[in-house]
């Protein structure tokens, strides 16, 4: 059985549908899918009508689905449903790439991709669907974070911008705050919220406390130093 892959959350576990009328590679695909906390395989299927099927009775929250299906196409599919979807498959036409983006979809995965491919647009699906999960009108800030969050900022930190850092100390405000919680509000990975808060911490920026919880493994929270510019 594959780990399952974890993270501290109260949010219901997203619904996925996988659409590939390959048996064995939508096991694949459904394997990865259920090995990542916050998501749940609703059905795999192996059709256009199977999926049109499933998506009028019980719609998901993502479809993973292939281009190629014996009964029609999968971009097209991911067009008329109004879902969110990633693209999954073999074909690279640059042509069919840019219908699939014009289409809406949130990521397109060449076949044969790693494993830890998937994961990293799920967890970003994730954090992208947490923000964006609001019933409140979204600020701009919010939208920033969401699309960072969905497409990744993986681009150095300069020492002319910090862009990432200001977005880890805005995220703190007059709290305190986890790395993980701060990780959910920005869009960046927890590893990357950890790094530049340890690195803030390091400068005098943020303070650091532990709090135990009661499986008595402490947790860090990360404040604002009082009295410190930026």
């Known amino acids: 059985m594959t780990a399952r892959t ?3 959350s109260t949010h219901r576990d997203l619904q996925v ?3 590939d009328d390959d048996f064995r590679v939508a096991s694949i695909h459904a394997d990865i899918v259920a090995g990542v906390d916050g998501f749940e395989v609703q059905a795999t299927v192996g059709t256009c009508a199977e999926a049109r099927a499933e998506l009028a009775t019980r719609p998901p929250d ?3 689905a292939d281009v190629y299906l014996p009964d029609g196409d999968g ?6 449903s109004s879902t969110d979807a990633f693209v999954l498959s073999a074909a ?3 042509a069919t790439v840019r219908r699939a ?3 809406g979809v949130h990521a397109y995965l060449v076949k044969p991709f790693t494993r830890q491919s998937l994961v990293e647009r799920l967890d970003r699906f994730l954090r992208f669907r947490r923000i964006t999960g609001t019933p409140h009108p979204m600020k701009q800030e919010e939208i920033d974070r969401a ?3 969905m497409h990744g900022t993986s681009q150095p930190v300069t020492a002319a911008g910090n862009s990432t850092e200001d977005l880890v100390l805005g995220a703190l405000g007059t709290g305190e705050r986890s790395a993980t919680e701060v990780a959910e509000l920005t869009g960046v990975s927890r590893a990357t ?3 530049r808060l340890s690195a803030l911490a390091g400068r005098g920026v943020v303070t650091v406390r532990l709090r135990y919880g009661s499986s008595g493994r402490p947790e860090h929270l990360y404040a604002r130093s009082t009295g410190v510019g930026w």
Do not use: K, N
């Not at 971009?75 to 008329?80: A, D, H, K, P």
């Open 92 to 94: 690279v036409e640059a």
């Open 193 to 195: 919220a950890q790094r």
């Open 62 to 64: 993502l479809v993973l």
């Open 101 to 103: 983006l014009t289409a």
């Open 75 to 80: 971009i097209e599919l991911v067009r008329g």
């Open 17 to 19: 549908l996988v659409v």
């Open 6 to 8: 974890t993270t501290t």
């Open 147 to 149: 699309l960072a969050a």
